[in-house]
Antibody, heavy 122, light 106 residues
């Protein structure tokens, strides 16, 4: 069955970086784009960016441009999301989510990872 | 950026009640509006895509409607497993944005 499995929880100090992985299984990895969405405690979901798993093209929310990098390893069917210069406001659960349809417009998140809690604290 | 609002922010209901949640976009988004259900400590689950398309496996008591800027999610007869937070999300233009959520409580 289709499954997205993310790496485990992380605790980081302000200014550090974190890299979260998302391993896909049960479907052809390169056909779908993978997005990242985060949710700070008690807050709404926030879209961060996406990668075309086939050609590696990425697009980021302007809010995270320059501080977030999404990459993929097709041989491992895994997508990675790195956030640099972490601050306390980055404390959140980070989700990978597969998009069905176009990532430019009209798509929707039909499969989600289980989430990775990232805590930023001194 | 397109701003999404939802009303109410929370509601109390009983099993068997009909519940309607409203979502409004700050600009027209055609029918590029999706609905998700999230339970505590869990990832969101897609219920409805493109305003009214019920996802496979989702009970038929859920329905969606609307286009342009105004959308609704209706649960025709609330069941115990439906108590959760519901989010709308637009995919008309990036950044894709979510509403603040509607918490449905007993």
């Amino acid at each position: 069955q289709v499954q997205l499995v993310q790496s485990g929880a992380e605790v980081k100090k302000p200014g550090a970086s974190v890299k979260v992985s998302c391993k896909a299984s049960g479907y052809t990895f390169t056909i779908y784009a993978m997005h990242w969405v985060r949710q700070a405690p008690g807050q709404r979901l926030e879209w961060m960016g996406w990668i075309n798993a086939g050609n590696g093209i990425t697009k980021y929310s302007h809010k995270f441009q320059g501080r977030v990098t999404i990459t993929r390893d097709t041989s491992a069917s895994t997508v990675y999301m790195e956030v640099t210069s972490l601050r306390s406001e980055d404390t959140a659960v980070y989700y990978c989510a597969r998009v069905n349809g176009s990532s430019w417009a009209g798509g929707f998140f039909d499969m989600w990872g289980q989430g990775t809690m990232v805590t930023v604290s001194s | 950026d397109i701003q999404m609002t939802q009303s109410p922010s929370s509601l109390s209901a009983s099993v068997g009640d009909r519940v309607t949640i409203t979502c409004r976009a700050s600009h027209t988004i055609s029918n590029y509006l999706n609905w998700y259900q999230q339970k505590p400590g869990k990832a969101p689950k897609l219920l409805i895509s493109t305003a009214s398309n019920l996802q496979s496996g989702v009970p038929s008591r859920f329905s969606g409607s609307g286009s342009g800027t105004d959308f609704t999610l209706t649960v025709s007869s609330l069941q115990p497993e439906d108590f959760a937070t519901y989010y709308c999300q637009q995919s008309y233009s990036t950044p894709w944005t979510f509403g603040p959520g509607t918490k449905v409580e007993i």
